[in-house]
């Protein structure tokens, strides 16, 4: 039984909070940097990128491919696809935003810090994502959450979003 749970509309409202929040918070976009999981969270974070940038100066936004940087690579592919990753500004001392479009053990996300670290010294990384779905293994918090939702742990969340799916929206299939 699939449930959907977020649509077109839905999502556009949740970016656009988690924008206004990491303005707050920040105070300016100034130092702000953003580096998206590809491949939807690449996605996300151009639209982030792009919702904060309407008056202000450009803000640099990069992607990263976590697939080798994976603790569970081996039983993922014998053969994974590597997309490559594309930081092309100094992330040194920078507010660095992680975007992904859902969360879950964590995993991800740690796989991510440590490829951003590869690349330099931020003064912070922030977390922002769509979908917190709960069920963590590691101590990791997003900062900046979209819409939270109760799943069980063998539950699909899969998640759309036009650019690179011809299709948006937030889908829970139970198990």
Known sequence: MTQAIMGSAEIKKALNRIASEIKKRN???????????????ATLAQRLVKILSKDEKT????????????????????????????????????????VDDVIFTGRTIRAALTEILDFGRPKSIQLAVLVDRGHRELPIAPDYVGKRIKTNKDDLVDIYVEEEDNKEGVYVSRK
């Open 27 to 41: 105070k300016t976009v100034e130092n702000l940097a953003f580096i998206g999981i590809k491949r939807r969270g």
């Open 59 to 98: 803000i640099p936004v990069g992607a990263i491919d976590i697939t080798l940087y994976r603790d569970d690579l081996q039983l993922i592919a014998e053969t994974p696809i590597v997309r490559g990753s594309e930081i092309n500004f100094d992330i040194n001392d920078k507010i660095m935003v992680l």
